[in-house]
């Protein structure tokens, strides 16, 4: 049993490249978030899901889009990436009432 | 007032020592708390759930008090492999999808 995986581990981007971070599930959970942490200001709330074809803003939203087009799936994308979207992401994903499980994160900086 | 509110630390314990911190939280509705361990550069970990009644896994004990809106973690016999960051964790508005609510967490180092 996988978990939540994300890819890719590491990247290394220049200001204005776009990428997509995925993370994929096989809990069959219906809620799924991105997070992005940075030194001193713990897990910050990106966009989250509550199930299929269905994404929400959360805490800090900008530059960030997201996409939920299969359950197991949550898309993260950098349009335009900015020195200030350097940090680690993680992915989580729980089911109704229960406590979140984390990828392993990836490591995203942007030159 | 912040929604989850830790003492960041550190907190410098020697091994074999015993330790406990708390973690408040804002809303008195909040019905799921949890703490999580995080390992420098690493993801957060479920370490266990908190329950009404307390609960206790081994060396940990977890406590919830709802009169004063806190949760509790108390380490017995800490080992060297307990240093970590300890996250609390509240759904401070149930019936939301948005997810639980971390702290910025707990650093703890344990001194040989």
């Known amino acids: 049993n996988a978990g939540v995986t994300q890819t890719p581990k590491f990247r290394v981007l220049k200001t204005g490249q776009s990428m997509t971070l995925l993370c994929a599930q096989d809990?069959?959970?219906?809620?799924m978030y991105w997070y992005r942490q940075d030194p001193g200001m713990g897990l910050r709330l990106i966009h989250y899901s509550v199930g299929e074809g269905t994404t929400a803003k959360g805490e800090v939203p900008d530059g960030y889009n997201v996409s939920r087009l299969k359950k197991q799936n949550f898309l993260l994308g950098l349009e335009s990436a900015a020195p200030s979207q350097t940090s680690v992401y993680f992915c989580?994903?729980?089911?109704?009432?229960?406590?979140?499980?984390f990828g392993d994160g990836t490591r995203l900086s942007i030159l | 007032r912040k929604e989850v509110e830790q003492d960041p630390g550190p907190f410098n314990v020697p091994e074999g020592a015993t330790v406990a911190f708390n973690c408040t939280y804002s809303n008195s509705a909040s019905q799921s708390f949890f703490w999580y361990r995080q390992d420098c550069r690493k993801e957060p970990k479920l370490l266990m759930s908190v329950y009404s009644s307390g609960n206790e896994d081994g060396r940990f004990t977890a406590q919830l008090n709802r009169a004063s809106q806190y949760i509790s973690l108390l380490i017995r016999d800490s080992k060297l492999s307990d240093s970590a960051t300890y996250l609390c964790v509240v759904n401070v508005f149930p019936g939301g999808a948005d997810g639980l609510t971390f702290g910025k967490g707990t650093h703890l180092i344990i001194q040989p």
């Open positions: 989580a994903s729980r089911g109704f009432n229960q406590p979140q499980h």
């Open positions: 809990m069959n959970h219906e809620y």
